[in-house]
């Protein structure tokens, strides 16, 4: 019979400035997970920590800044390997017999190699572009290109050979796969008006594309994924690219999960299952044992769209993802989308997140190389994603070999996410990884739009100066340039996988 | 002339609209000061109405044809003429609440000694009322009346 | 005198309302106005607050200083109308003047009633109180003589409004009401009650089902009250407030049709084309029972007037009936009433809350899902939402449960109402 699990302490304290509290109860109506509450009696706001994820709606809405919010101060004796994280999984394992859930991207201090790779800049020889001055192109296309071009001969502009559907991105930033149904209606639908604003592209995720997000299809790229939620003819015309899911950076392995709870009539009709069932996409497509089925589907998707969309596939970046995407671009795929390690998800057991995959920095150059060493690298463009945080880290991915990322916790961070990673109890007090009415509301879409919107405006501004710095003035002279890469602190092994070189060199 | 709308969909219910509403009338005019010495003596012209998870913020209209100017046996209640905004002078409501009696919408309010009528005022002298500047999710808008 | 384009018999709310419909649309030709009382336009309804010392003769005034000059009115005050031709299209005044008009407007509003089969009546000291220049009698009256003791006759509003002000001044007042309850003709006996207890508890003397019999005088000086039980009150003031009737002599003396008060059109026009009435003096239609009546409340003489202003100038509006509401402050307890209070319990659903200790009283009237009147005493906070699903005929049978909730609100009327009176401008006609 379980009590109170008495070995679970609070992960944070929450802190009250008595001074400036005025009682107006705004952080009593703004917590999910009832930390504040008011004493009529005496007339006071009080706190209980324990149940506080950490997540600053109180402390962003109080109208004083009374309420502020540290870490827990239960101090463990220092210990380099029993860490205070280590210790608690336990205790809350042993109190609750479970498989412990986390949500958002792996949160353990493995080195990120990102803050080891240093950009260069041009002097004296080579001199740097001025951005605001000089016309700087990062419009990249997304899509299968051809072995050879062939201009008419009459008029050189003419091309006459026939070249594969792209996507045409004003600028080299996607929105990640994040499934209407682990997010809200209100996130979803800023993300696709932002995509469209700013004339790049957001995955719909495995979640089936909702009625009300049709017209903006062609800033769309939906997801087939395991479960084929919500996979209909209309879904697969409607959009501007279809993407396989093999994988998920953040779980590779391991299927999805959206609890029946999350189900409601909304979800119930875009991903096309009952109402209150749990929506369960399996490990593997079942119909996908071998990559010549995954070249069946491929194609299949191809047919039913009359090959007027390029297909992307997106993998999980694990052992091999060399082999596996030269299989996978050979298989047809006219995108390969890498997920690397850190990547976000809705829920997932915290094991498989913070020790299964490798970082997407590794991938990507292997990938990009691979496939340049086998003349294939034309074939498909390369999306890098997973843990992308800067206008920086898309500059040193693209330099390393990605044609462009995609970004989803930075998506959601923008949106107002503060990353307390409990996406799973369906209780995010700013609105997005819920379907609770009370609490979708506090997203709202405009906002949203609009911040994502300056998101993206604000990185390619920095890319174009961190570019114009390089002397660039073309993301494609940036694409796979790993010259303009030295690392710091890096083993020359991992030099050497990268591709890079070392500073000073 | 402006009208301040209330977008129901984009309610959260935090009510910081009254806590500001408040502190913009109150004598202090300083959050903290006003919370702890004029709490009972303003009466926020904004209220928040909630049911379940549905909220929203409501207060005087401001009328083109309102109700309360012609119900008002002071003429207490008026409009003033630069800026269309519906105002009741203090100084001439002798509190018969023939105002409260007509309003549809349930605007006005006994002020915080009962004796006299209390409601918006469009925050006049402000560029942007506080609710309007101060809401979190922009639930309270201000938009042109094109009437 | 030459030909007004606009001439106003009147000089209240109905009166203050048409210069308002008036110069909505014309801003030039000139309003003349013609009224008896000699005062500039003030409010009525704050002669109690005069009496009481709680206003001062400035905020007496309904409109500013300078309303008549900024408006192009000619204000003749202090000057009575006494005959109206309707053919010759003109109208007499005491001091010999004739004044041709193109469109009359007639807002004499109402006298008030009194008995004239009892002997004592002009006796010093007695009074009715329905205008400035009472009030001023009254308190001159005071003044002069110390009085003491009063009887107000008349427990309806002016009568308790009356009660209030002598109240404020330190003199022990007894209201006398024929009716078995005070304010009858807007209270059900729950309201009522609460009301008389509020008036014991401030020290009035409340005697209902029962009137004055005899004046008693003394050097043509009122003294006392005998009432019909034979007991016998002392008095040094006695104010009747026993009703008041429209005032439609000139009306009915010139031949223009007049039954319970001067009938008109929804254009506020008499059966005379050009002679427009408006205020208490008229006769409409009550929206809710569909009787034909004086409604004489404020809001109505104001908008009546306006209406009649405007088509005074040529522009069509419409005024099709008014409710019956009151809002009335009796020694400190706050209460509004509106439409149909006391119903029989025939196709009549009655929804109601109160707390005989704290002294308050909510009561919803319903007819056919519909609110028909509604009365609160104490809690009057928002009240005007119900005024307002009464004369927009609401279909509340979702409600209903929620009406005398707590929370009830804006939030709780049907979605598409909502809407509509949160983006309305108010009134619509």
């Known amino acids: 019979m379980a009590g109170r699990k008495w070995l679970l302490e609070p992960d944070f304290l929450v802190e009250r400035d008595p001074d400036r509290c005025i009682q107006c109860q705004v952080c009593v109506r703004q917590c999910a997970n009832d930390v504040h509450s008011y004493d009529a009696d005496e007339e006071v706001v009080r706190s209980d920590s324990s149940t506080c994820v950490g997540c600053h709606r109180c402390a962003t809405l109080c109208p004083t800044g009374a309420v502020s919010i540290r870490r827990a101060q239960l101090e463990f004796r220092p210990h380099g390997s029993w860490t205070a994280h280590a210790l608690r999984s336990i205790y809350k394992q042993a109190e609750t017999g479970g498989v412990l859930l986390a949500a958002m991207g792996t949160d353990r201090t493995h080195t990120v190699t990102w803050d080891h790779v240093l950009l260069n800049a041009s002097q004296v020889t080579n001199p740097s572009i001025d951005p605001l001055r000089e016309p700087m192109e990062l419009l990249t296309h997304l899509g299968r290109k051809p072995d050879r071009v062939e201009f008419h001969k009459g008029d050189a502009r003419k091309v006459v050979t026939k070249l594969e559907p792209q996507l045409a991105l004003q600028v080299p930033v996607m929105f990640s796969a994040m499934s209407y149904g682990s997010i809200s209606y209100n996130a979803s639908l800023a993300l696709a008006q932002a995509a469209k604003e700013a004339g790049t592209f957001a995955n719909s995720g495995e979640g089936g594309l909702h009625q009300d997000f049709r017209k903006f299809g062609g800033s769309m790229i939906v997801q087939v994924a395991s479960g084929r939620f919500g996979v209909d003819v209309d879904y697969l015309n409607t959009c501007a690219a279809v993407e396989i899911k093999i994988g998920q950076g953040a779980k590779p392995g391991i299927g999805g999960h959206l609890p029946g709870q999350k189900v409601d009539a909304a979800i119930s009709a875009t991903r096309m299952i009952p109402e209150g069932t749990d929506a369960l996409s399996p490990a593997p497509h079942h119909d996908i044992y071998s990559i010549e089925d995954l070249s069946q589907l491929i194609y299949a998707i191809k047919e039913a769209t009359t090959y007027t969309k390029p297909v992307s596939v997106k993998i999980a970046a694990v052992h091999n993802i060399s082999a596996i995407a030269s299989g996978t671009v050979r298989a047809g795929a006219d995108i390969v989308v890498i997920d690397g390690y850190r990547g976000g998800t809705g829920a997932a057991p915290t094991v498989i997140r913070d020790n299964v995959g490798i970082p997407i920095e590794f991938a990507i150059a292997a990938v990009d190389s691979r496939l340049r060493q086998e003349g294939i690298r034309h074939q498909a463009s390369l999306i890098a994603a997973g843990g992308i945080r800067s206008s920086a880290d898309v500059v040193k991915a693209i330099a390393l070999g990605a044609d462009a990322v995609y970004i989803g916790s930075a998506a959601l961070v923008a949106m107002g996410c503060h990353l307390c990673q409990k996406c799973y109890t369906g209780k995010c007090n700013w609105g997005i990884a819920t379907q609770d009415p009370y609490l979708t509301r506090r997203l709202n879409p405009d906002i949203a739009r609009r911040r994502l919107v300056n998101l993206l405006q604000g990185w390619a501004l920095e890319i174009k100066e961190m570019m114009g710095g390089m002397g660039i003035n073309a993301i494609e002279s940036l694409r796979g340039n790993r010259e303009h890469l030295r690392g710091v602190g890096l083993s020359d092994r991992e030099l050497t996988i990268l591709g890079i070189k070392a500073a000073g060199e | ?147 | 005198m030459s030909d007004c384009p606009y001439l106003i018999i009147g000089n209240s709310a109905a009166a203050m309302g048409a210069v308002a419909g008036i110069r909505e649309f014309d801003r030039d030709k000139p309003v003349t106005l013609i009224a008896r009382e000699s005062e500039h336009a003030y409010s009525r309804p704050l002669i109690s607050y005069l009496l009481a010392g709680k206003v001062d003769e400035k905020r007496m005034h309904y409109r500013p200083a300078d309303f008549y000059a900024r408006n192009g009115v000619r204000a003749l005050l202090g000057l009575e109308v006494t005959r109206i031709d309707a053919q010759a299209r003109s109208v007499s005044t005491a001091d010999g003047q004739t004044f041709t008009f193109k469109n009359l407007l007639i807002a004499t509003g109402g006298r008030p009633i009194v008995p004239t089969d009892l002997p004592g009546t002009q006796a010093r000291g007695v009074f009715t109180f329905t205008t400035w220049e009472d009030a001023r009698n009254i308190r001159a009256y005071i003044n002069e003589t110390g009085v003491k003791k009063a009887v107000v006759v008349g427990g309806g509003l002016i009568g308790l409004k009356s009660v209030e002000a002598l109240k404020t001044l330190g003199i022990e007042t007894t209201v006398v009401e024929l009716a078995d309850r005070i304010l009858s003709s807007t209270f059900d006996q729950t309201a009522s009650n609460l009301a008389s207890a509020f008036l014991k508890k401030a020290g009035v003397e409340v005697r209902c089902g029962t009137t004055v019999s005899a004046i008693e005088t003394s050097d043509n000086r009122v003294t006392g009250v005998r009432l019909r039980d034979g007991s016998r009150r002392g008095a040094d003031l006695l104010i009747f407030a026993i009703g008041v009737a429209p005032d439609t002599r000139l009306a009915r003396d010139s031949g223009i049709a007049v039954e319970l008060g001067i009938l008109t059109d929804d254009a506020m026009q008499t059966s005379v084309k050009g002679i427009y009435a408006a205020g208490d003096v008229v006769q409409t239609t009550d929206l809710l029972s569909g009787a034909k009546r004086p409604i004489p409340i404020l809001p109505n003489a104001c908008r009546q007037g306006y209406v009649a202003g405007v088509n005074m100038t040529g522009k069509k509006l419409a005024f099709h009936g008014g409710i019956a509401m009151n809002a009335v402050d009796i020694c400190g307890l706050p209460t509004i009433s509106v439409g149909i209070t006391d119903p029989g319990t025939e196709g009549y659903e009655i929804k109601s809350k109160v707390d005989a200790e704290g002294g308050t009283y909510r009561k919803i009237v319903l007819k056919d899902n519909r609110v028909v009147g509604a009365i609160f005493v104490g809690q009057i906070d928002r009240a005007g939402i119900f005024t307002g699903l009464i004369k927009d005929k609401v279909d509340v049978s979702a409600l209903k449960d929620l009406l005398l909730g707590e929370e009830f609100g804006v939030l709780s009327l049907p979605a598409e109402y909502r809407k509509h009176v949160v983006s309305g401008q108010g009134i619509e006609v």
């Not at chain 2, 913009?24 to 379940?52: L, M, N, T």
């Open chain 2, 1 to 147: 002339m402006k009208r301040i709308v209330a977008r129901e969909e984009f309610c959260i219910g935090c009510r910081l609209c009254e806590v500001h509403c408040l502190v913009q009338h109150s004598k202090s005019r300083k959050i903290i000061k006003a919370f702890r010495d004029e709490r009972e003596k303003v009466v926020p012209g904004i209220k928040v109405e909630s049911s379940g998870h549905v909220s929203f913020a409501l207060q005087c209209r401001h009328c083109g044809e309102a109700p309360c100017i012609e119900a008002c046996m002071t003429g207490a209640m008026a409009r003033d003429p630069e800026t269309g905004v519906v105002l009741s002078d203090p100084d001439k409501c002798v509190g018969c609440w023939m105002c409260i009696m007509v309003c549809p919408v349930g605007a006005v309010a006994r002020g915080a000694n009962q004796q006299v009528a209390s409601k918006c005022d469009l925050c006049i002298g402000v560029a942007t009322p506080v609710c309007v500047a101060n809401c979190p999710n922009e639930a309270i808008v201000l938009e042109e009346d094109d009437e």
